[in-house]
C-alpha cells in the first residue's frame, strides 16, 4: 500500500474515531447519529425495521475489562497531551469531573495512567500515560486502522480518494451543526 492510500485510510479512520466519539457541547444531549438520540426510527422502505441495523461480526475482538469508548477517549487525549488535570480530561473527553475521576482511578488500578502532582502547583495533580496504556491504545488504532484498510480493499485508489474526501466532509458537517469537535485521530 502507498503513502497515499495510507493517507486516506488515515483521513477515513480519523473521521470515524470523529464521528464515533462526538459529544454535542451543552444541553445534556447524548452525542452520537440520531438513531441514538430518540428521534423518529428509521422505516428502511417500510420493512418494518424500527431502528437502524447493527452490523455485526464485523467488529474485532474488544477487551471489555478496559471499558468502553470513555477510556480510550481518556487514552487518546494523554498520548495527544500528556500531563492533564481532571477538569481538562472531562473537558476534552466530553464527561463531567466525576466521570472523569472514575476513569482515571479506573485506569490507574489497570496500570494505564498515573497521577503525580504538578510541577508548577503541588495542590494540583496531573494524569499521565504509562507504557502498558500507550500500548494498548496503539494496538486498538492498528487494529481500527487495519479494519478500515480491509474494508476499502475492493475500492479502487480513486474511489478511496473520493469516499475518504466526502465522509470526512460528512463528519465534519455533521460535528459542526450539532454542536462541534474536530477531527483528529485518536
Same mark, same amino acid.
Given at each position: 500500500m502507498n503513502d497515499e492510500s495510507?493517507?486516506?485510510?488515515?483521513?477515513?479512520?480519523?473521521?470515524?474515531?470523529a464521528l464515533r466519539h462526538f459529544r454535542p457541547r451543552g444541553g445534556g444531549q447524548r452525542g452520537g447519529p440520531p438513531?441514538?438520540?430518540?428521534?423518529?426510527?428509521?422505516?428502511?422502505g417500510g420493512h418494518g425495521v424500527d431502528r437502524m441495523p447493527?452490523? /455485526? +461480526?464485523? /467488529?474485532?475482538?474488544?477487551?471489555?475489562?478496559?471499558? +468502553?469508548?470513555? /477510556?480510550f477517549r481518556l487514552l487518546g487525549a494523554l498520548r495527544d497531551r500528556d500531563g492533564l488535570s481532571i477538569s481538562e480530561?472531562?473537558?476534552?473527553?466530553g464527561v463531567d469531573q466525576p466521570r472523569a475521576s472514575r476513569l482515571v482511578?479506573?485506569?490507574?488500578?489497570r496500570g494505564l495512567v498515573t497521577r503525580r502532582a504538578d510541577d508548577r502547583d503541588a495542590r494540583?495533580?496531573?494524569?499521565?500515560?504509562?507504557?502498558?496504556? /500507550?500500548?494498548?491504545?496503539?494496538?486498538?488504532?492498528?487494529?481500527?486502522?487495519?479494519?478500515?484498510?480491509?474494508?476499502?480493499?475492493?475500492?479502487t485508489p480513486e474511489e478511496t480518494a473520493t469516499f475518504a474526501a466526502l465522509f470526512t466532509r460528512f463528519v465534519a458537517d455533521w460535528t459542526q451543526h450539532n454542536g462541534g469537535h474536530h477531527l483528529s485521530p485518536e
Open positions: 495510507q493517507d486516506r485510510i488515515a483521513e477515513i479512520e480519523a473521521a470515524l474515531v438513531w441514538a438520540q430518540g428521534r423518529p426510527p428509521f422505516d428502511h447493527m452490523a /455485526r +461480526g464485523l /467488529r474485532g475482538t474488544h477487551d471489555h475489562s478496559m471499558g +468502553g469508548a470513555a /477510556r480530561i472531562a473537558e476534552t473527553i482511578n479506573e485506569s490507574a488500578e494540583r495533580s496531573v494524569v499521565e500515560l504509562t507504557t502498558q496504556g /500507550r500500548s494498548i491504545l496503539s494496538r486498538a488504532n492498528e487494529t481500527r486502522r487495519s479494519a478500515v484498510a480491509d474494508a476499502v480493499s475492493g475500492f
